[in-house]
């Protein structure tokens, strides 16, 4: 698929049908996530992936944004104690920013072999990191759910009037 | 009595009621409206399994809670009218009881 395509094609997809998703095709997602850019190579994060339908329904449980239950959940994590070794003040700042971009890699790569994603951040991370046994310094950061589309949401209508060129206020047209 | 299916339901409810609290601490004002109702909607589907008198109430409550829930955010004037006349239906049942 043309990247383009991607870009354009992914939306927030919140419903998706009972079937099951691959262990391979989800291995390729989280694949996708650990080649997204990272700030000093530091690689501050964690990919849980839940299929167990009963986590996935406890996970849903704490999470006020997972309308429906799904087939896989991905939770991405940051990793507090890598992040603040390598740059203590910023680290974590830098740690969410890595995880966003993980994010948008994951779900790019789904669109790609025909998946619906959502990314969640109304869940209560406490809850979640208790629930998958995690230790106090992998945080999760967001949620994404993972399945085959059952609805097909319309694109929202995208702000072109952010965009300038050379200076803030500058408009311009592209050649 | 409740059956264990149900109680285990309410608990999973009371989850969702739980985390939205403390997340709305943080989050935009218009969540908690949305969350309010969809714990409503949720709470109905429980109670229509349970075969109470009040099914028809309860599913056509919900059916009117979710054909308008989304759009809280993208059309307020849409969701604030869903809740009049929730409001205004619900009422009418309390009348008759």
Known sequence: MELEKAILGRRSVR????????????????????????????????????????????????????????SAVICVCSDQEKASKAAAKEGKTLSLFDCAMAAQNIMLRAYDLG????????????????????????????????????????????????????????????? | MISDDLYRELIDLMGYMLTSARGLLDEPQAYGPFRLVEGISRLCELLEKEDVADSTFLSRLRARIDESKFSVISDPDTFTQMLDEVVLDYAKKLKER
Request: one cysteine or more; proline letters at 8%.
């Open chain 1, 15 to 70: 419903k998706f049908t009972a079937k099951p998703i691959e262990k391979k095709v989800l291995n390729e997602l989280l694949t996708a996530g650990i080649w997204s850019p990272t700030a000093g190579n530091i690689q501050p994060w964690a990919f849980i992936c839940v299929t167990d339908p009963e986590m996935v329904h406890k996970i849903r449980v704490v999470s006020p944004g997972m309308f429906w239950s799904t």
């Open chain 1, 115 to 175: 998946l619906g994603t959502c990314v969640i951040r109304s869940f209560n991370q406490a809850a979640a990191r208790e629930l998958l046994g995690a230790p106090e310094h992998i945080q999760p950061e967001l949620l994404i759910i993972v399945g085959y589309s059952d609805q097909a949401p319309k694109a929202p209508r995208r702000n072109m009037e952010v965009i300038f060129w050379e200076a803030y206020g500058q408009r311009g047209e592209a050649e």
